[in-house]
C-alpha cells in the first residue's frame, strides 16, 4: 500500500483561494488507480534510491504535479472550480515566454534548477507550466532538462581531456556511476563506449 501525501499548494495551482481545494475533491479511500499508483512507484523509488541531484529534485516535483493533475482529473467533483479548471484546454507558450524559458533551461540546465523557478521564467503555476511547455515542445520540463544535459555529456565526451567523472561533476550529476546509468538509458551506450565511437 502506499500512501501519498501532496501539499495543498498543488491543487492552488489550478485555482486561487483555499476553499476550492476543500469543495472540489471528493475523498475516496483505497483509490486503486494504475496511473497514480505508477507515478507513485516511480517517486518512492526516487526519494528511497536515488541520489539527491538537480534531476531527482525536477523529477519529483514534475511526478508530483502529475499526481495532482490526475487526482484532480479523475476525482474532483463535477461541476467544481477545479474540474472545470482542469478541462480548461489551455494554449502553447507564445514565442517569448518560450524563448525566455529555454534560455533560463539552457543556462541553469547544470544547476538545483526546480521546476518551479523554470515555470516562473514563464509566469505560470507549476501546473499550466508544465501543460504548456509540452504542448510547446513535445516534452515534458524533465524530458527537455534532460535532453540539454546529455547534449552537453555528449559534447564534452567528444573533447577528450574531460574523464566520465569530471563530466558527472561538471553537469551536477550525483556521481560518476549516476551520470553513466542515465547516459546508457538515453543513448544505448556508456560514455566510455560513446566516446570510443567517435575517436
Excluded at 11 to 32: F, H, P, Q
Excluded at 83 to 112: K, P, Y
Amino acid at each position: 500500500m502506499l500512501h501519498l501525501y501532496l501539499p495543498r499548494d498543488l491543487y492552488g495551482m489550478l485555482e486561487s483561494g483555499d476553499d476550492a481545494i476543500d469543495a472540489g475533491l471528493v475523498y475516496t479511500g483505497g483509490i486503486d488507480d494504475p496511473l497514480i499508483r505508477g507515478i507513485g512507484t516511480a517517486i518512492a523509488d526516487e526519494l528511497l534510491y536515488g541520489q539527491p541531484s538537480q534531476a531527482s529534485s525536477l523529477m519529483v516535483d514534475s511526478l508530483s504535479t502529475a499526481v495532482a493533475a490526475r487526482l484532480v482529473e479523475r476525482y474532483a467533483r463535477a461541476g467544481s472550480t477545479l474540474a472545470m479548471a482542469a478541462s480548461c484546454r489551455g494554449g502553447t507558450l507564445d514565442r517569448r515566454r518560450l524563448s525566455r524559458v529555454l534560455e533560463f533551461i539552457d543556462t541553469h540546465a547544470d544547476s538545483d534548477v526546480s521546476l518551479d523557478a523554470i515555470a516562473a521564467e514563464a509566469c505560470l503555476s507549476r501546473y499550466h507550466f508544465v501543460r504548456a511547455f509540452k504542448r510547446s515542445t513535445g516534452l515534458t520540463p524533465l524530458a527537455y532538462v534532460n535532453n540539454v544535459r546529455l547534449d552537453r555529456a555528449k559534447r564534452l565526451l567528444r573533447d577528450t581531456r574531460h574523464t566520465v567523472d569530471d563530466i558527472a561533476a561538471t553537469l551536477n550529476y550525483s556521481s560518476a556511476s549516476n551520470f553513466s546509468r542515465m547516459f546508457k538509458r538515453a543513448v544505448g551506450q556508456t560514455p566510455g563506449n560513446y566516446r570510443n565511437a567517435r575517436r
